[in-house]
């Protein structure tokens, strides 16, 4: 047969920033495989990407970085902050990725014919791996006789509740006296609060936008050859075997992160993409090096999230009054309006910086976090994070609690899913009548609960557990190394 070097699998991400990082993390271990691997992506992402592809080329994998032409009017991205759109509304980023097809059949078309430099010289295309966010990418790929494999970046507990959710509608689901909403059979039934319910509006009907999106989405990835996840099976295995009895065979292939990740105690993991500048990793770990074992609490909302700034401020005050050291990762609030501001440290409260980082209880990041080197470290003893499934599945493989203070869509239900499933985390106390927001009080509580008292002690042993499975999936003989090398001699079979 063919050698690997034969084989090529093209890679497309969807337009956001938070499914880069497994992809590009995926596209790295096909290559040490020896396939080779085109990743597409549109001008929002050449720049952080390039220079990762060359260091990845450097070191012998054959990864190649293409451009599809796309305009910012075609896109039609407007605001992209999620925060500001109403329920009712798709949001822009979901839109603009539906808006993707035409440009990419385009490219495809184009690419395949030879006319893009490079392309001649590239292995005849074995597959593509499109993002589940890209529904019509089956269809694409059918009509150029190239099978399309659904990479799923999301939890399946997650995926599961949404998907029901969604064919039951919110407001049809059944409520309990205490006004939970009743989720039936993901394989058993779940009771999401008022609060973990917002991704999902009480009164979607079938017409709404996000409704229709995803049954758009599911319906094209029905039609894929494969599925994938970055999850791994004795994480979340009643899921993933629910999800495979609705969708079909799904290979848990996750966490898919850097290699030293796995390694004990390892002092630098960077991650296979960075979206920022990254200039504080220096201070940060020997800052980390001062502290006592499991003693700091980590402070983040992800990539693309900020909180309010009225949010900032009780956060700001609530984690002063607890004592707990901290390293935050302050980005600038999402309602910053006209004000004038110069930096995001201008939306901390008044003298918070002399009695905090100037006295050593804390500091404060404004750029790109070292988050997996952050996380790595015996310093770090708790992650107060908005639970994107990245943050989900790195704080499980590092071993730290959570505090989970979702913000946005599926947020809420890996909120549920590490608080009341695996157990890992404390919910943080938004206040519904207040505009979710947690009060300092509330903020002073929970991370005093996390960080000292027996509660915390607890959920750091949980969450130990889960960091030796994760490592137990990945290892030799691991659920999800079985599950990659046979997908791998799958697409090499093809
Ligand atoms: N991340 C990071 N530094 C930052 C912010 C984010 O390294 O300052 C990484 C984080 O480790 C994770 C990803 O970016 O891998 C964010 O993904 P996640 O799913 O947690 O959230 P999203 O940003 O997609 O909402």
């Known amino acids: 047969g063919r050698t690997a070097h034969s084989h090529h699998v093209m890679m497309l991400p969807s337009l956001g920033h938070g499914h880069l990082i497994p992809f590009m993390q995926l596209a790295k271990k096909l290559a040490a495989k020896g396939l080779t691997v ?7 992402h050449m720049s952080s990407l390039q220079k990762k592809v060359d260091a990845a080329r450097e070191s012998g994998l054959d990864i190649r970085l293409v451009e599809m032409e796309v305009t ?4 039609d991205l407007g605001k992209v902050n999620s925060n500001s759109v109403q329920w009712h509304q798709l949001p822009p980023l979901l839109a603009g990725n539906e808006r993707l097809q035409e440009p990419f059949h385009r490219f495809l078309q184009r690419y395949l014919g030879g006319e893009l430099s490079g392309s001649l010289a590239a292995p005849r295309l074995s597959c593509l791996i499109a993002d589940f966010l890209l529904g019509w990418a089956s269809a694409v790929a059918k009509k150029f006789d190239i099978p399309r494999v659904c990479f799923d970046t999301s939890g399946m507990f997650g995926e599961s509740v949404q998907q029901i959710v969604w064919d039951v509608l919110p407001r049809n689901l059944p409520r309990t006296d205490s006004g939970r909403y009743v989720v039936p059979g993901v394989p058993k039934e779940v009771r999401l609060t008022r609060l973990q319910m917002l991704p999902e509006h009480p009164e979607a009907t079938t017409d709404n936008g996000t409704h229709q999106f995803w049954l758009r989405q599911r319906r094209g990835n029905k039609q894929s050859w494969r599925i994938i996840a970055n999850t791994f099976y004795e994480l979340e295995a009643e899921f993933v075997e629910h999800f495979q009895r609705v969708n079909g065979t799904l290979r848990t292939i996750g966490p898919l992160l850097p290699p030293e990740a796995f390694e004990d105690r390892p002092r630098r993991i960077a991650p296979a993409v960075e979206m ?63 004000k004038a501001f110069s930096s995001a440290l201008d939306f901390l409260p008044e003298g918070f910086h002399s009695r905090t980082v100037e006295k050593k209880q804390g500091i404060i990041i404004l750029g790109w976090a070292p988050q997996l080197s952050i996380l790595a470290h015996p310093a770090t003893g708790g992650f107060m994070s908005h639970c994107g499934w990245n943050a989900v599945l790195e704080t499980t493989t590092m071993g730290v609690p959570m505090i989970a203070w979702p913000l946005y869509a599926e947020q809420h239900f890996n909120s549920k899913f590490v608080v009341d499933e695996i157990q890992i985390a404390l919910e943080a106390p938004q206040r519904i009548d207040q505009n979710f927001l947690v009060t300092r009080d509330g903020v002073e509580r929970i991370v005093k609960v996390l960080m000292v008292e027996e509660k915390g002690r607890e959920l750091r042993e949980r969450v130990r557990e889960l960091k030796a499975l994760a490592r137990a999936a990945v290892a030799e003989g691991g659920s999800s190394t079985k599950n990659l090398d046979l997908f791998v001699s799958e697409i090499m079979s093809l």
Request: proline share 1%; aromatic share 10%; hydrophobic share 40%.
């Open 276 to 338: 920022g500048l990254n200039t504080e990793e220096d201070k940060c770990l020997d800052w980390l090096d001062a502290q006592a074992e499991a003693s700091v609490l980590y402070i983040s909302f992800g990539s693309e999230n900020s909180i309010a700034s009225a949010q900032i401020e009780e956060l700001a005050i609530g984690l002063e009054a607890s004592g707990a050291k901290f390293v935050w990762v302050l980005r600038t609030p999402s309602d910053t309006g006209s």
């Open 38 to 44: 085109t990743f597409v992506v549109t001008f929002h």
């Open 72 to 75: 910012r009017d075609e896109l």
